[in-house]
């Protein structure tokens, strides 16, 4: 029995995964966890978009860069306040599942 299929099988997916998101220019996705994360927005990527449409940033988290997937209320909030001048943010999550989960954005303190 090849014990060492799924190890070899699990390197070869995150390996063509790392090289075709280099290939993109992409980073690696931020999936936020419940409670607030703090985010700094890199303002000299344009925002892109998934393939069903929701709005991707270029940030921080804890000094490591990832693309972060928002919603549109969350990128709404986002453009508007870095028209203000803020390029940092508190994103609040609440909930667990598709149904339950809502966000908040506000103005990290470091910018206000």
């Known amino acids: ?16 995964k790392k090289e075709a998101f280099e290939k993109k220019g992409w980073k690696t996705f931020f999936n936020f966890p ?9 303002l000299k990527v344009e925002p892109r978009k ?3 449409g929701k709005p991707i940033l270029r940030g921080s988290v804890d000094g490591t860069v990832y693309d972060i997937p928002i919603t549109s209320v969350v990128y709404g909030k986002i453009i508007e306040f870095i028209n203000d001048g803020a ?5 609040t999550r609440v909930g667990t599942g598709k149904q339950d989960t809502r966000y908040g954005v506000e103005i990290a303190g470091s910018d206000q």
């Open 34 to 42: 419940q409670g607030t994360t703090k985010v700094t927005v890199d």
């Open 1 to 16: 029995m090849k014990t060492n299929f799924w190890k070899s099988e699990d390197d070869r997916v995150k390996k063509e």
């Open 87 to 91: 390029v940092t943010f508190n994103i």
């Open 50 to 52: 998934t393939q069903t």
